[in-house]
């Protein structure tokens, strides 16, 4: 699993998305990053991403984001966790 620090993230690198539920997200997110519940990201990953595309997924406390991207992994998408 290919991961990085927030630090190292820049927005030209892909699209960041945070997986955590969007009340949590609320309390605490990167502002650079899009809300996408990662329960509904599994299970609408075919409409919601493309294989061609690079997708940096991030939580808050790295559990979620973890089990997401090796999901999507498993599943042929270009993901890579961040974390803080």
Known sequence: ???????????????LIDVQHPLDYIKKHDPRSINIYADKLIMNHSRLLN??????????????????????TFYGYNVVQVKY
């Open 51 to 72: 294989k061609d595309d690079t997708y940096y997924i991030i939580c808050e406390k790295g559990r979620l984001s973890k089990r997401v991207v090796t999901t999507l």
């Open 1 to 15: 699993m290919r991961t990085i620090n927030i630090n190292n993230y820049n927005e030209k690198m892909g699209k």
